[in-house]
Structure formats: C-alpha cells, structure tokens
C-alpha cells in the first residue's frame, strides 16, 4: 500500500535553513509525483510546491525564492529545504503524493517549530 | 492567489443533510477538491474535480458545482463525521485551500 512519511528536525532557530525527508513506499518516483503541503497551528493549508514524476518543480510564487524541492528515486525519498526561516513557518509539515493537481495520499506530517 | 471562502463552523444533528460551501474569488473551471480533517490527523481526499468519488469514501459524500460556487454534501450525516473540511482549487496557480469549514454534531 502507499505510504509517505516526513522526518527531520523538530525545531529550527530563526534564520536557518529547515531540510526534511519524504520517504515513500508502495510507489515509484519515477511515475508518481510528491507536494510538500504545510499547516501551521489552528489554521489553514498551503501547498508550497510539487515535484513531478518527470523530475520538473513547480513552486508557489508566495515562497519560491526560498524554496527547493528534490529527490533520489533510488531511495525513494523526496527532500524539501527553506531557507531564512521566521517564526512564522511553524507549521506541520505534510508530503503527499499528487495525482495530477490533488492530494490523495498523505504522510502524517512532522511539526516544525521556528524559535531559539 | 485565488481566494476560496468557506464558512468558519457549522453544527448538524446527525441524521440530517448538511451541504459546505466554498465560493472562489475567480472562476476554477471544475477543478476542486474537498478534504477531511480530523484533530491531529492529516487530511483525506473526499472528492476530486468537484464530483468525484475518491476511493473508500463513502457514498454519504458527494460535491457539485463549477465555476465560482461549489458544495460538499453529506447525506446522511453520521457521528464520525465530525471533522474540519477544506477545498482546494487546482485551476489557477498557485493551488489554494480554503480556510476550512469546523463540522459539529448537536
């Protein structure tokens, strides 16, 4: 069966960089591609940006200057780094496979918290 | 950015119909997608290009519209229903959630 799982640290000090892993199973990279999708607390989500089957990224305008999205299809893991965090990017943050333009399979997320 | 509003709560019986609305701020074509969210969860595909079952959803939940003005509707609503539900346009970039609408059951 699918299943997607985000690691990395769960605090990050104002201005660094925030680097986390979406390792997937049940699926290939190669055919199926992978949206990084973040909450923070009590509020609203927002896709921050996709990477295609194909290899191609796409990110949301509002955080593109800061934002990469990559991965190792031998590993089956899919990295997102963001770059001058602010308190402000606390969040969960959410991989999820993406059929096309929607979310059909999610990670559990991983809770980012931006303070020092 | 394309804005899709949705109201803040809403509380139901279960048993009853209830209908969720989420209104863009410019036309998405069909391209809307509603999805579940219990607390501490992460969010589940109910419906996708706004009338699409996904699959294991059950057949309680259906969407409809197009253009500016589209509606989840659980009928009948049951205890485990009980969730926050989000849609999110893929027809204009960058691809917008709404600000989630709280379910209650009476």
């Known amino acids: 069966q699918v299943q997607l799982k985000e690691s990395g640290p769960g605090l990050v000090q104002p201005s660094q960089t925030l680097s986390l892993t979406c390792t997937v199973s049940?699926?290939?990279?190669?055919?199926?591609?992978v949206s990084w999708i973040r909450q923070p607390p009590g509020k609203g989500l927002e896709w921050m940006g996709v990477?295609?089957?194909?290899?191609?990224?796409d990110y949301n305008s509002a955080i593109k200057s800061r934002l990469s999205i990559s991965r190792d299809t031998s590993k089956s893991q899919v990295f997102l780094k963001m770059n001058s965090l602010q308190t402000e990017d606390t969040a969960m943050y959410f991989c999820?496979?993406?059929?096309?333009?929607?979310?059909?399979?999610w990670g559990q997320g991983v809770m980012v918290t931006v303070s020092s | 950015d394309t804005v899709l509003t949705q109201s803040p709560a809403l509380a139901v019986s279960p048993g009853e119909r209830v209908s969720i609305s989420c209104r863009a701020s410019?036309?998405?074509?069909?391209?809307m997608h509603w999805y579940q969210q219990k607390p501490g969860q992460q969010p589940k595909l109910l419906i996708y290009?706004?009338?699409n079952l996904a699959s294991g959803v059950p057949a309680r939940f259906s969407g409809s519209g197009s253009g500016t003005d589209f509606t989840l509707t659980i009928d009948p609503v049951e205890a485990d229903d009980t969730a926050t539900y989000f849609c999110?346009?893929?027809?204009?970039?960058?691809?917008?959630f709404g600000g989630g609408t709280k379910l209650e059951l009476k």
């Open positions: 999820a496979r993406t059929a096309f333009d929607y979310f059909d399979y």
């Open positions: 049940g699926l290939s990279l190669t055919s199926n591609s």
């Open positions: 990477i295609w089957s194909n290899g191609g990224t």
């Open positions: 410019e036309g998405v074509n069909s391209y």
């Open positions: 290009k706004a009338s």
């Open positions: 999110q346009q893929s027809w204009n970039d960058p691809w917008t």
